[in-house]
């Protein structure tokens, strides 16, 4: 019998690093250098002769946005299984990013609102999380990525794969001479194993059936999402907060929103206020004001209006959180993986994106320490994968059922998922060792299987019976 989803999902999320180095290939080439194609890369370079990354905006990006990844003007939280993820692949990230101006919040600074109530449980225990903005978090991650000596970086746009037979044998792109002039003549790059890290948008399905191969089959939840973020001067005479989250869930009244403040590198906070469906936060200062002031707790309203802003209020719409289920796909090719927002793509506010990425690494890793034959498809990956996937998808969207604009799909068992989770939610309030489990699942840590197990849900039940008597 396979092993069990939560115990394959420990294997995978395990801090313990890897401490040989098995090379089973010549090159690897990975397509998109973000977050999940820079840790791909970090995994290959211990697996193959030669690690490729092409990368459409180039190398000579610093820590500011860039066009490739438009989100990195939001609010990105790193949950607690990135950290420990990253830490594993860069041992000493964490102490490196502190010292390049990062942020490990107080406790005593650090607010949690759930539907206007502040949350007096401390968050579970670990250590405390790192905070930066994303630009500043990518920024790291490339220069740890690109000191490895067998990494090479490429300015090019990826264009499509070579297939030989039913294997991927290279991937051709368009060598790029300015941050969007693609040369005339493209080129072709020799691997073994490629790797798709472009992202929610990524055209891998496109170039697979234009090759007669099937195109993954697609899952959405639309979620209607509306972010806007703006940086501010921190300052003490302001505010003393280190990182405020903010949750209202629709009902009784109350409209479904979230805001959040952290204070990051540069001595500066990011916050964010966001909505859903036809409640979306303009572009305009005074409307970002009136809602810190109006529609969160105090400190938002407090440095909206007396802290100093650095440039512009920025928004962002998300339609959907989506999925492509590659394991479901009955012809696959060799010599192709997949990693990242390319394989699903979540409800951003539940901060599951980058340490997914992180964790589909550390699969890949889990599974190219197998010495797999590389000409057969890599069904043992995309498992894995799916494991991970899985598990956000599962916290995220049985969330999302909960918005009024939200119609579905339902999944089997929802009516008692929903119940329960209502009921573990309430119960975190008063029992540490509850918020604990919880925690370790929202932070990825823990499989949401592990919520069900029987002494959770005999607490849990404990819990709501003791609230309701009291
Ligand atoms: C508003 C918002 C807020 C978010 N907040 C959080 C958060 O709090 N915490 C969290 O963990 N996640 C968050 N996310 C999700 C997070 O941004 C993504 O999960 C993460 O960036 C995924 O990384 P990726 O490398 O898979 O894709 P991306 O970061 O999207 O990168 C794709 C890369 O591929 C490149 N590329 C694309 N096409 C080509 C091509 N043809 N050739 C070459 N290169 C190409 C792009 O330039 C880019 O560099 C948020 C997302 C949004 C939209």
């Known amino acids: 019998m396979p092993p069990s989803s939560s115990r394959q999902f420990a294997e995978i999320s395990t801090s313990l690093r890897p401490t040989d180095a098995m090379v089973i290939m010549r090159r690897a ?10 840790l791909a890369a970090r995994v290959l370079s211990d697996h193959a002769d030669e690690v490729v990354i092409i990368e459409r905006d180039g190398s000579e990006v610093g820590d500011e946005v860039r066009p490739g990844v438009p989100q990195g003007s939001q609010v990105h939280a790193l949950l607690p ?10 041992p000493g990230f964490t102490k490196e990013a502190v010292a390049a101006g990062a942020v490990l919040p107080r406790p005593e600074r650090v607010q949690l609102h759930l539907n206007g109530a502040r949350r007096h449980l401390p968050p579970p225990t670990g250590n405390p999380p790192l905070v930066t903005t994303r630009p500043f978090l990518e920024a790291m991650v490339r220069r740890r990525t690109m000191a490895l ?13 070579v297939f030989d037979g039913d294997r991927v044998v290279a991937a051709r792109y368009l060598p790029m001479t300015g941050p969007d002039t693609p040369n005339a003549e493209p080129i072709t790059e020799a691997a ?30 639309p979620i209607k999402l509306n972010y806007a973020t703006a940086l501010f001067a921190r300052d003490e005479q302001v505010s003393d907060v280190d990182v405020v989250v903010s949750q209202t869930n629709a009902g009784n009244g109350r409209v479904a ?3 959040g403040i952290n204070a990051v590198e540069g001595n500066r906070w990011i916050m964010l ?6 409640d979306r936060p303009s572009r305009d200062t ?11 707790p105090d400190a938002f309203g407090a440095i909206a209006e007396k802290g100093r802003m650095i440039g512009d209020v920025v928004t962002y719409h998300q339609a959907d959180s989506r999925r492509r ?16 927002d390319a394989v699903a793509s979540f409800n951003p506010v539940y901060g599951q994106g980058m340490t997914s990425a992180t964790l589909h690494a550390s699969g890949l890793s889990s599974y190219l320490r197998t010495n797999p034959d590389l000409r057969l498809p890599a069904r043992e990956y995309f498992e894995k994968v799916r494991i991970v996937a899985d598990a956000a998808w599962q916290v995220s969207t049985t969330a999302d059922l909960g918005l009024p604009h939200v119609d579905g799909p339902y999944p089997p068992g929802y009516g008692f998922i929903s119940w329960f989770g209502n009921r573990l939610l309430a119960a975190t309030f008063s029992d540490p060792v509850l918020n604990q489990r919880l925690g370790a699942v929202t932070g990825m840590v823990a499989h949401p299987s592990s919520l069900v197990r029987p002494s959770t849900m005999l607490r849990t039940i404990r819990a709501s019976l003791f609230s309701r008597a009291a």
């Open 257 to 259: 929103r979230i805001g």
């Open 273 to 278: 206020v966001a909505g859903y469906a036809d």
């Open 325 to 340: 289920d590659f394991h479901e796909l009955e012809r696959l090719p060799a010599g192709l993986v997949v990693a990242g």
């Open 192 to 221: 073994d194993l490629v790797v798709d890290a472009m992202g929610r948008s990524s055209r891998l399905g496109d170039w697979l059936s234009e090759n007669g191969w099937q195109r993954p089959p697609m899952r959405r939840m």
């Open 286 to 296: 005074a409307d970002f004001i009136a809602r810190c002031r109006n529609d969160f």
């Open 81 to 90: 299984a990135g950290q420990v993820q990253l830490e594993r692949w860069f």
């Open 149 to 161: 000596d067998n990494i090479r970086f490429v300015h090019g746009r990826a264009e499509g794969l």
């Open 29 to 38: 080439v990975v397509l998109g250098g973000s977050m999940a194609g820079l």
